[in-house]
């Protein structure tokens, strides 16, 4: 039946899949955090205005991607793209623009109506951080170097290459927007349709094109390098300059622009190899204009998102949690006195789990199947003296302890066994 299929381009975080985003996004959290990056979170879903307006309505995200309805009201709200618009939207509404700057971290579901292939879906999670309010060029340095952390603490920073660019100032983009209308502009006929919509309005976004007839025109397309002011050109070698103090290596990308509007001088990947054509791991960049372009004050922004899903496929299998004891009660009153027995042990730290039916056998198979490291087997006959059975189910050895010492006990009698 249909409706006991997942939507397309969503899926079930299973546990070992749950294992290894939260693998991801615990490493992200941790390592930001040593940068003074704190965890926020927006809603997931806003007035689409919010991502209309800032992200571009030439975007692929805004012309073809957004999960966009009317609620029950009529308000037109949008599934989050992505996360950078909530957050700007968030500092303008509890008015944190009085106390900058700002350094925020995120980790949750984004919503894109893609086509769905390896590392690319409807509903993805993406981490991000985001640096509101610094202007100097060495906090471009320090968000990417975050990032190449985060990547090393993951494992995963030798298979990336960081490839970087700048787009300028707004002087810089005016004065390229119009050599790559007029270079572009000669090429009307071949241009995808897509791109033709883009050439008046966002000729930038040419460059970022997926179609296959457009990047044969980018390739020859004019470089940004020639419509630098000598402002942008000195921000930017302050920006590699900080990347070379930290032995931080690079790989100049002329042609690499943010798909969304709201971008300046610094943009920024990480890429791999390893996962076919959805090879971008991390992409972030400097946004001065986002926060005026929404309708608050002129205040600059740095940061990036990573799709987790991406470095998810990529880390080493996550160690799996700890293996559990099994309570095994044999008979009504037995099963009561582990209910509160399980608990005590939970409380002093123990991985617990009751079995609930079925004989000795049947009990001992189970706790085989889920790689317990013992069976706590209560009988009768242990009931009436006030101890249990200790199985060890890796030797088939068993002791019988004084229910009051258990606790203590344990430790030492799993010492043996590999936990
Ligand atoms: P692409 O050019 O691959 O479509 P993008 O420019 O749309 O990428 P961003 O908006 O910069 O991507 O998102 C940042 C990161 O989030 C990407 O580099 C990628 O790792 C991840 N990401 C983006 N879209 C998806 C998706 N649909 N499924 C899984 N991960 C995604
Ligand atoms: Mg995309």
């Given at each position: 039946?249909?409706?006991?299929?997942?939507v397309?381009?969503?899926?079930?975080?299973?546990?070992?899949?749950?294992?290894?985003?939260?693998?991801?996004?615990?490493?992200?959290?941790?390592?930001?955090?040593?940068?003074?990056?704190?965890?926020m979170?927006?809603?997931?879903?806003?007035?689409?205005?919010?991502?209309?307006?800032?992200?571009?309505?030439?975007?692929?995200?805004?012309?073809?991607?957004?999960?966009?309805?009317?609620?029950?009201?009529?308000?037109?709200?949008?599934?989050?793209?992505?996360?950078?618009?909530?957050?700007?939207?968030?500092?303008?509404?509890?008015?944190?623009?009085?106390?900058?700057?700002?350094?925020?971290?995120?980790?949750?579901?984004?919503?894109?109506?893609?086509?769905?292939?390896?590392?690319?879906?409807?509903?993805?999670?993406?981490?991000?951080?985001?640096?509101?309010?610094?202007?100097?060029?060495?906090?471009?340095?320090e968000?990417?170097?975050?990032?190449?952390?985060?990547?090393?603490?993951?494992?995963?920073?030798?298979?990336?290459?960081?490839?970087?660019?700048?787009?300028?100032?707004?002087?810089?983009?005016?004065?390229?927007?119009?050599?790559?209308?007029?270079?572009?502009?000669?090429?009307?006929?071949?241009?995808?349709?897509?791109?033709?919509?883009?050439l008046e309005?966002?000729?930038?976004?040419?460059?970022?094109?997926?179609?296959?007839?457009?990047?044969?025109?980018v390739?020859?397309a004019?470089?940004?390098?020639?419509?630098?002011?000598t402002?942008?050109?000195?921000?930017?070698?302050?920006?590699?300059?900080?990347?070379?103090?930290?032995?931080?290596a690079?790989?100049?990308?002329?042609?690499?622009?943010?798909?969304?509007?709201?971008?300046?001088?610094t943009?920024?990947?990480?890429?791999?190899?390893?996962?076919?054509?959805?090879?971008?791991?991390?992409?972030?960049?400097?946004?001065?204009?986002?926060?005026?372009?929404?309708?608050?004050?002129?205040?600059?922004?740095?940061?990036?998102?990573?799709?987790?899903?991406?470095?998810?496929?990529?880390?080493?299998?996550?160690?799996?949690?700890?293996?559990?004891?099994?309570?095994?009660?044999?008979?009504?009153?037995?099963?009561?006195?582990?209910?509160?027995?399980?608990?005590?042990?939970?409380?002093?730290?123990?991985?617990?789990?009751?079995?609930?039916?079925?004989?000795?056998?049947?009990?001992?198979?189970r706790?085989?199947?889920?790689?317990?490291?013992a069976?706590?087997?209560?009988?009768?006959?242990?009931?009436?003296?006030?101890?249990?059975?200790?199985?060890?189910?890796?030797?088939?050895?068993?002791?019988?302890?004084?229910?009051?010492?258990?606790?203590?006990?344990?430790?030492a009698?799993?010492?043996?066994?590999?936990?």
């Amino acid at each position: 039946m249909a409706t006991l299929q997942p939507v397309r381009g969503t899926h079930d975080l299973l546990p070992q899949d749950e294992r290894r985003h939260r693998v991801v996004a615990e490493a992200a959290r941790a390592i930001s955090g040593r940068y003074g990056f704190e965890a926020m979170a927006t809603p997931i879903f806003e007035f689409t205005e919010v991502f209309a307006r800032s992200i571009g309505e030439t975007s692929d995200i805004v012309s073809k991607e957004m999960y966009t309805f009317a609620d029950r009201d009529g308000e037109q709200v949008t599934l989050r793209p992505e996360n950078t618009a909530g957050v700007a939207r968030a500092i303008v509404s509890n008015a944190l623009t009085q106390s900058l700057p700002q350094r925020f971290f995120y980790y949750g579901p984004m919503f894109r109506y893609e086509r769905p292939q390896k590392g690319r879906y409807r509903q993805f999670h993406q981490i991000g951080i985001e640096l509101i309010g610094v202007d100097q060029p060495l906090a471009d340095v320090e968000v990417i170097a975050c990032g190449a952390d985060i990547l090393s603490e993951l494992g995963l920073l030798e298979r990336t290459r960081l490839d970087l660019n700048t787009i300028g100032d707004t002087e810089s983009r005016a004065a390229y927007r119009a050599t790559l209308i007029e270079y572009f502009s000669a090429y009307k006929d071949r241009l995808s349709a897509d791109s033709l919509t883009r050439l008046e309005r966002n000729p930038l976004r040419i460059l970022d094109s997926k179609d296959e007839g457009d990047r044969q025109l980018v390739a020859s397309a004019p470089l940004f390098g020639d419509s630098l002011t000598t402002e942008a050109k000195d921000f930017f070698a302050s920006v590699k300059a900080g990347l070379d103090a930290l032995g931080i290596a690079y790989h100049l990308e002329p042609r690499l622009v943010r798909g969304l509007d709201y971008y300046c001088h610094t943009t920024f990947e990480f890429v791999t190899q390893d996962l076919g054509t959805q090879g971008t791991v991390m992409a972030g960049g400097r946004y001065d204009g986002l926060i005026a372009e929404m309708g608050g004050p002129t205040i600059s922004g740095i940061g990036w998102a990573s799709g987790v899903e991406r470095l998810a496929l990529m880390i080493a299998e996550p160690p799996p949690p700890p293996r559990p004891l099994v309570l095994a009660p044999l008979g009504e009153a037995a099963e009561l006195r582990c209910l509160a027995l399980g608990r005590d042990l939970r409380r002093a730290g123990f991985t617990v789990e009751q079995s609930h039916s079925g004989n000795l056998k049947k009990r001992l198979a189970r706790a085989n199947k889920i790689n317990a490291l013992a069976a706590l087997i209560m009988g009768d006959d242990e009931l009436a003296s006030g101890s249990i059975a200790v199985r060890l189910l890796d030797t088939g050895s068993q002791t019988i302890v004084p229910i009051a010492e258990l606790a203590q006990r344990l430790p030492a009698l799993l010492t043996d066994v590999k936990s």
